[in-house]
């Protein structure tokens, strides 16, 4: 039994599947994750806080000694300058942190990078993010000094994001996982670069400028993952269609 299917019919065969997998939610999530997303509006600061008394009001049921010492600490996080954008995430962090040992749930924005770069071992772009947040927590009520670091890695996390996104573009290396990591660093750079414009109160124009930079970025970048996945599912359908010929 031969198979009659043209080229075409194969690779509409495989758009079908690509877009009904989409809308089933198969195709692995590239999207921005949560925690990022969470603290990257306007309200962010206040969402940090609600997030600190919701935690303190969990553990009054908590040992009552354990609990003063905790929610003392938590009630330091409140009036940390900077608690807005990046700067609440990184408090978000050290809440989850702070009461890791009390088995109280929480919310998982410590382990963002983890999620985003999954099982990568060696990458420059997760590297220079987590350093970012690093120095963020040290640096917490410093602005000079955290104005220095900001300054310093966005530019290092710019030019890795050039690098990763040529490498997709350019060198033929996109797959689902590059272009998560892509699209949740583009995130993070331009957070970095409104915590900047905070910290050295300037104009958020560099800001602006980069998104839409990072959108047309995005639009080949859809485009290169969109014929990425076809080429794939073209494939993988030709070798169920070969297999299934095989068994007859």
Known sequence: MGNSYTTEQYMQRAVTFF?????????????????????SGVDSTSLVQEYNSAIKEQLKNAAPAYTRTLITTLGG?????????????????????????????TESHANMLRRVFAEEKVSELRDLMDEYLKRYRVN??????????????????STQL????NSMLKDGHMNSRALKQWVNGAAFHVQMLIQLARLDHG?????????????????????????????TLVF?????????????
């Open 77 to 105: 996080f409140t009036s940390v300058p900077n608690a807005v954008g990046l700067g609440a995430l990184v408090i978000s962090m050290l809440i989850e942190i702070a009461v890791a040992a009390s088995r109280i749930p």
């Open 236 to 248: 993988e359908y030709q070798n169920l269609v070969h297999i299934a010929v095989q068994s007859t």
């Open 203 to 231: 104009s958020s124009t560099s800001a602006q400028n980069t998104i839409d930079t990072y959108l047309e970025d995005l639009e080949k970048l859809l485009q290169a993952y969109r014929t990425y996945k076809e080429s």
């Open 19 to 39: 877009e009904d997998n989409v809308a089933a939610g198969v195709v692995p999530d590239i999207g921005i994750d949560p925690s990022l997303l969470k603290y």
């Open 162 to 165: 050039t690098r990763v996104r």
């Open 140 to 157: 917490l009520i410093n602005n000079d000094e955290l104005l220095k670091d900001t300054r310093r890695l966005e530019h290092q996390i």
